[in-house]
């Protein structure tokens, strides 16, 4: 069973555009990819875009409303969360090990938290999960006179994620030996590089 390491929460309300960062920072300010304005350019999944240092996410509130930020670092892969839903699941490269919330769109900056994994230069496996709170308990007025957007950005070691398919592929290497059949690669198709599809998946992540 995971065991969660840290945890940290922060929290910011938009005041430009609709989108906020999760990346990585140094000093306060925010480092990785995405940053403040950049353009990821066409987004694979809806309401989230990925570069390698993090996210940019659009809020499920309107601009102003609350957006809470709960970072977790685990040791193992986390269970998921059934009120939870997952918006993104991939990995983030942190080079100076610090992750924080930012606004997209901003001329000043505002202090917030920064989330310290405890190693530089590394590789996460990561997950954004998101669930928005309105109100449940005044059937008289509409749900969304309260919305609360709530984030838990989960992060735990590469090592643990790539350890499931490495005993995988130990186990089909003993039924081959037994078997008396040498193993042998799958030929790419032609004109396709053959570790194209783990180039996919190390750059913008995937929903399962």
């Known amino acids: 069973m995971a065991v ?20 990585e920072v140094a000093d306060g300010m925010p480092t990785g990819s995405p940053r403040p304005g950049q353009d990821l350019g066409g987004w694979a999944l809806r309401r989230i875009g990925a570069g390698p240092n993090g996210v940019d996410i659009a809020g499920a509130v309107p601009p102003g409303g609350p957006i809470h930020v ?6 193992a892969e986390p269970g998921l969360l059934p009120a939870w839903d ?66 838990r950005v989960q992060l735990w070691p590469l090592a643990s994620a790539l350890g499931g398919r490495d005993r995988t592929a130990d ?7 037994c078997s008396g059949s040498p193993p042998s690669a799958a030929p790419a198709p032609a004109g396709q590089p053959k570790d194209a599809s783990m180039s996919e998946r190390r750059g913008a992540g995937q929903m399962l």
């Open 4 to 23: 969660l390491r840290r945890s940290a929460h922060d929290s910011l309300r938009i005041r430009q555009g609709s989108e906020f960062l999760v990346t």
């Open 86 to 151: 997952r918006l993104w699941e991939g990995r983030f490269h942190l080079g100076t090990g610090l992750i924080g919330i930012a606004q997209h769109f901003a001329e000043e900056w505002d202090e917030y938290v920064e989330f310290d994994t405890g190693e530089r230069d590394s590789a996460w496996s990561a997950r954004v999960l998101n669930r928005v709170l309105s109100n449940t308990e005044e059937p008289d007025f509409p749900a969304d006179i309260v919305e609360v957007d709530l984030y």
């Open 171 to 177: 186990q089909m290497r003993r039924r081959l030996r």
């Open 70 to 75: 709960r970072y977790e670092l685990w040791d």
